[in-house]
Structures are given as C-alpha cells and as structure tokens.
C-alpha cells in the first residue's frame, strides 16, 4: 500500500543515478544523507529514488524538478504534494535551513483511497530546482521511522555538475 501510496504522489520518468550518496539527473546532482540496511531501493515513476521497509510498511522518496520548475511559495510547492489525499490535517509545519535554502517541513495525517496515512514532506528551493522529500507511514507510526527520514533528507547539499 504504501509503494502505491507514493507512486501516487509521483509523475513521468527519466534516468537519474546514485553514487556514493550523491543523486545525478540530466538537470542536477545532489547529495543526500545516508539510507539504513534495512531500507529497499524501489522503482517508482518520477522519483529520483525511493526506500520502503520489509513489509513495506514505511517509505521515502526523494524528487528535483528544474524544467518544469515553478517558482512559487514553498507552502504552495508542499501542497502540491498533497494531490490525490483527502481528510489532509496538518500536524505540525515549520521552515528550516538546508544547504543554505529556506526549507519547509510538514506533518499530515491523511487520507488515500480511504486508508489513513502520516505523511512527512520537505520541500526546498535551490538554484533553479526543487526538491521534495516525502515520508509515508501507517497511521500512529510516523515518529518510529522519522529518524532515518530526517538523516536523509538532513544530508541534502546541491553538488556541482
């Protein structure tokens, strides 16, 4: 349920390499902190790279988007995000910093085809690309896994091309 909940979340395809922490798209290269042994890489259209957990009970995923890039408020930017989830109660939200950039963070309880969801969301800004990071938990699990969201999405810095 979960894999579907994020390919959900997610758009088109197109090729992108992981090495050494460091994700490589046509448009961007960036890093990202470290994944756990117990998280499985998966495929999912129009990420740059997602994690479930065996069951796959927990994911997260991380995208950039710099052609279709929409220079837009970052809340606008994490509600977009939210396409497809009803009963959306935001738990908790504050901005941040990564890699320099204003970042918003967001916890959701929500709703997919009726199964309630936690959602984790960040969502940043950086030079002529965003990037979204997403976390999907069972309801009441979110805090159980929250810390290997953080160290992952914590070790983002764009790195030169």
Not at 126 to 133: E, H, L, P, T
Request: aromatic share 12%; net charge negative; with cysteine.
């Amino acid at each position: 349920m979960v894999v579907i909940c994020v390919g959900l979340l997610l758009g088109g395809c197109r090729s992108v390499s992981l090495r050494d922490g460091v994700v490589s798209t046509s448009d961007t290269s960036y890093r990202i902190g470290p994944v756990g042994a117990d998280w499985h890489q998966v495929n999912l259209s129009g990420s740059d790279f997602a994690w479930v957990t065996s069951p796959a009970d927990y994911a997260f995923w991380v995208n950039s988007t710099c052609k279709e890039y929409q220079d837009v408020p970052l809340v606008a930017l994490n509600r977009q995000l939210l396409i497809g989830f009803t009963d959306v109660q935001k738990v908790e939200q504050r901005t941040d910093t990564l890699d320099g950039r204003e970042t918003l963070l967001t916890h959701y309880i929500a709703k997919l085809d009726g199964v309630p969801r936690e959602l984790g969301l960040v969502v940043v800004k950086k030079d002529g690309c965003i990037y979204d990071f997403a976390y999907v938990t069972p309801l009441g699990g979110y805090v159980a896994r929250a810390g290997d969201f953080q160290a992952f999405f914590n070790g983002f810095a764009t790195v030169p091309k």
